[in-house]
């Protein structure tokens, strides 16, 4: 698989506090929310294989359950200005 752009991916979890994932699993923003809007659909768990956990250095597959979020945002940068929301 070829590497994707680094994207900034945050969650909001119903009740909870953000969790951000920094990942190259996509092509671009747009690839990526159509699969994060696909997972919603089926409802299942999103599936990244290159993904860093709130920025830390190692990079590993992450797993996240979607049933609990209430909105993701997109971006190319760390930034509350920029990024596309689903």
Do not use: W
Request: charged residues 25%.
């Amino acid at each position: 698989m070829a590497e994707g752009v680094e994207l900034v991916m945050r969650f909001h979890p119903v009740g909870g506090e953000d969790v951000t994932v920094v990942c190259k699993d996509f092509a671009g923003e747009t690839e990526a929310m159509q699969e994060i809007a696909r997972a919603l659909d089926e409802r299942r768990s999103l599936v990244l294989t290159q993904a860093r956990y709130n920025h830390a250095e190692r990079v590993d597959a992450v797993v996240i359950n979607l049933a609990n979020i209430v909105s993701v945002r997109v971006s190319r940068s760390d930034s509350t200005d920029s990024g596309q929301y689903l």
